[in-house]
């Protein structure tokens, strides 16, 4: 039985949605290895762009009584989800070095921080080269001296394919469907849809974007001004799967599908 997204709780929606994508902690010991290894220090002051429910944005105060995490976003519905779900677990104390800001990315702040992230490949929604660049430019501006943006992105042969993938879960199915690709903008439409107790909820997340390729993005960060830009690639198990284990490379092989991390330093 298929119901469409409207019918699916929000409270529901957004816990389908954390329990099928990310995985903060990995993000988060990701960050902290890499800051260090490119900055010789501890990285305290954590930006989450696009921050939706601000779910990595709380775990990363709960790290260390010396982290502190802003979470920014426009769209209200996710941010009272996380208030409700992710801000309420922390204790008064790291409540006071968490704050959500209801606000524009390109927006300039009166603080400054250690690192800012935009994953979930959220800044695909710049469609248009001067406006992700504009963007790229305003995270810059926001980091410290030493400051270090960190994004993910996909991609792989498959990437561009109109196709429906289904990922299988204890109580749940996620399914990641690419309704559209258009070959001559890099314009692609996807949607999220799950299935839990055998009913299938349609299009409970649609994304609108552009697929922007490494490339594009290393070289508009360094037009940017980042200093310099690390690209990273994910190694492999005995299966040939990926091991969750990233290293800093160049040049690797394509395949089906792939995700990895782009890192700017100022």
Not at 26 to 38: G, V, Y
Request: charged share 30%; proline share 2%.
């Amino acid at each position: 039985m298929a119901k469409s997204a409207s019918e699916l709780p929000v409270e529901k929606k957004y816990k389908l949605y954390e329990a099928s994508v990310q995985n903060h902690m990995a993000d988060i010991e990701f960050i902290q290895q890499e800051f260090k290894a490119l900055r010789g220090r501890k990285p305290k002051s954590l930006r989450e762009d696009f921050g939706g429910t601000g779910a990595m944005a709380c775990d990363w105060v709960k790290e260390s009584k010396e982290n502190t995490a802003v979470a920014i976003d426009l769209d209200p519905e996710p941010v009272e989800y996380g208030k409700q779900k992710h801000y309420s677990r922390l204790n008064d104390e790291e409540q006071g070095r968490m704050k959500y800001i209801m606000g524009n990315v390109l927006d300039r702040y009166d603080f400054k921080n250690d690192v800012t992230v935009a994953f979930n490949f959220s800044y695909f929604i710049f469609k248009k080269r001067q406006e992700l660049l504009q963007y790229f430019k305003s995270v810059k501006d926001s980091l410290h001296e030493d400051g270090v943006f960190f994004v993910d992105i996909f991609g792989g042969t498959e990437c561009f394919q109109e196709m429906v993938e289904e990922t299988e879960f204890d109580k749940h199915s996620y399914f990641w469907d690419c309704d559209n690709y258009n070959p001559l903008t890099g314009e692609v439409l996807y949607y999220i849809h799950f299935k839990t107790k055998g009913t299938k909820y349609e299009k409970v997340f649609t994304y609108d974007w552009r697929h922007w390729t490494v490339r594009e993005i290393t070289e508009l960060m360094e037009e940017a001004g980042f200093s310099k830009v690390v690209t990273y690639w994910e190694g492999e198990d005995e299966d040939g799967d990926g091991d969750g284990e990233f290293y800093q490379s160049k040049e690797e092989e394509n395949c089906e599908s792939w995700v990895t991390y782009i890192v700017g330093l100022v």
